[in-house]
Nanobody
Framework: VQLQASGGGLVQAGGSLRLSCAAS????????MNWYRQAPGKQREWIAL???????SYQASVKGRFTISRDIAKNTVDLQMNSLKTEDTGVYYC?????????WGQGTLVTVFQ
């Protein structure tokens, strides 16, 4: 499985960005896709997931502002980020697990300025 994240950029606080993660390769058995982020000087943290049944879950700090969704036909998982705050700044990674194998996208940088 290969994951390619895109959509990061520079945005003013209160603005929006939409990240996308394109999955390729052996994707048929992917059950859960996650988004993580790593802020400067901090550990990587989980922020959202979506299951193959379209169930979603969010970290408390992004709930109500971020929305995770997937497009089965395109094999993509998107993260719509609204009402961005400076503390949302970081590198965003998509992630999945197949059996014992863990896959990460390369990360896309989101910078939110005041």
């Amino acid at each position: 499985v290969q994951l390619q994240a895109s959509g990061g950029g520079l945005v003013q606080a209160g603005g929006s960005l939409r990240l996308s993660c394109a999955a390729s390769g052996n994707t048929f058995s992917i059950n859960v896709m996650n988004w993580y982020r790593q802020a400067p000087g901090k550990q990587r943290e989980w922020i959202a997931l979506i299951t193959s049944g379209d169930d979603t879950s969010y970290q408390a700090s992004v709930k109500g502002r971020f929305t995770i969704s997937r497009d089965i036909a395109k094999n993509t998982v998107d993260l719509q980020m609204n009402s961005l705050k400076t503390e949302d700044t970081g590198v965003y990674y998509c992630h999945t697990v197949q059996g014992l194998a863990v896959y990460w996208g390369q990360g896309t940088l989101v910078t939110v300025f005041q």
